[in-house]
DNA sequence: CTGAAAGCGCTTACAG
DNA sequence: CTGAAAGCGCTTACAG
């Protein structure tokens, strides 16, 4: 009945019993405007024969549409390609729909990790990624992200490490209206403004292990104080030691700056002690690189003269020699559900959270065994 | 005089030969509001008295002002704190404010130093830089991108290797109309739209190097052949061979896949060949650390049984023993040029663009020297 | 369950 | 050199 319809003239003909087939219309549409034209909230409405109020009603799935109309005005939708204008809602509805990725890590594969994580979790979500290094001890460092945020609308924030333990920045971000999700080694505030990536629980695994071997003069490479990172490093690896008894001797502990220059410096100045330690656990893999350089520069060699265990489990961990026995962080993973939290905080909903689902692991590698004396 | 009249009960009053200053109203306007409330053209055309199209006019730097209100509006903006909002501009303009990053190069340093770069040559244009990885091999790679570009409306995209060197994504970005700069190791198509890094350069002088180290034996290893800065490197690296009389045998040329584990792989090739080489040239330093890692393994170290040269001149390249001797590419300066020639583009300026400007130069370490035997 | 009108904050012909 | 009106593609009270 509708194909004879649509066979006059290829147009659709209404009378009062006959509705028009809204998919064949849409097909017409396409066909003349072809591939490239890009349709309209306008179009849709035209196509559909209701008005654009509608149309947005279902764009937004709001519950007051008939089935039937919304699904016709679905189907034309698909026919000709619609897709809203990010843009245009943005302006409606006061924000954009890009998430800011503000950040300070100065460690590549994190960065890169996090980005490829959280794009993964706004897979298909509408929402686009815009990154957004910064610097904590800069003059400007509140009034660029504030700017930042606020020029481009943003829907919402990932702060990682170690910015994303400035309390001056989420302030802000509270006063602007901003929402936020916090990542960081652990609960900051809140667990619905958090990701936690647990690391206390890491570094007692290194402390367990280092322990385990049979060390007894273990050191430890810590990163910034800043970084609350390197203190939960610190403080599990503590408990992992006190599991068997031991303890961190302030001799051997140095701070460094997560990064292979300061490993090396640090690490060279702990091997000269007498007696220097067995083992030592570094904050990060980059330090514990470093590390492993001070050993041979001072012609030693681990896991025999010493065992090094690392941090982060990135690929400098075995690019080395030995590969590093380090403590796997699921970076990648955090910045998923730090994404999927985000969305679901701007939609009202309990993000139901599984607690404790992000651990980090032990791995071990050649650069830990048990002590030569 | 003004300062009397605004006295009177801190309003401006307004007679037929004063008129109003503008600055005191501007003041006026940020006192009443407060330090968070975001002007719209709406209020700096009210405050300065005329039409919010002669505001955009000086927005846009449009000649058609006259200088007194050209200055007079520049002063209420400062004031006030405008800056137009990015989502409705570009919903007029029909694009948007946003710079697309599109990349599948698998090195976190390269990509994280691109988008510094990248970020450092659009600083203070008002644009922000979204991110967007893509597989090529992937079906769905094309209509990724273009729903990528069309859905944001991007102002332009930059595309770093692999990807630049894809003649489909281009050919789609010119058929919609996209502005785009294409970062290459060579010209790949009228400069406009190319920032090249020469790798040829580069890998002529790792070349020279080996050669007059004295080296006769000296193999290669290549990156994946779809990726053109390997053919690049290695067309150089016979170059600067050539020129001391040497040429590649095709016995010691392996092919990789710029990774670690391809280095370590076809380097424990190249040193079970006999009489093996007593040098490589590995087309990265990710493979030129697995190449080390190789020796590690067979017995041998580096320089005495094998000299060995890499390039980027990433941390990688420090972290390693010995540190590898590389060719350096000045990646974040790459992503600056990139950005900068981006925005002159849709200026229709014509980029002054000075040739051969980036070259790529030699870093010697401790992985080469003379041949053994 | 649906629609006509106004508005988000800008710009662009068109007049003058 | 400047302005009133319409428009970019959406959404939101407000009616019905």
Redesign the pocket.
Known sequence: MLAKLLCREGQTVSTEDEAIDPVAAAEAWRQRYGPSK?????DV?RIA?????????V??K?????????SEIGKIIDIIG????P???G????HSYLIGMIYDNPNPQYVVNMQQGILNGLKNSGHELVVHPCNRDSDSFLQDARQFVERQKLFGVILTPSVSEDERIVAMLREIGCAYIRIASVALENNANMIVSNDRLGGREAGRHLAKLGHKRIGFISGKPSFRSSHERRLGFEEGLAEHGLELDPKFVREGAYTFQSGLDRGSELLQLDPRPTAIFAANDEMAAGLLQALRVAGLTAPDALSVVGFDDFQIAISVWPRITTVHSPVTRLGELAAEKLLLLKEQETPDTKEGENVPWLVERESSGPPAN
Chains 1, 2 share one sequence.
């Not at 890009?38 to 306008?42: A, Q």
């Open positions: 890009k349709p309209t909230i306008n409405a024969g209701v008005s654009k109020r509608t149309v947005s009603r764009i937004n709001s519950p007051l549409v008939k089935d039937k109309t919304r619609f897709s809203p204008d843009q245009a809602r302006l409606a509805f006061r």
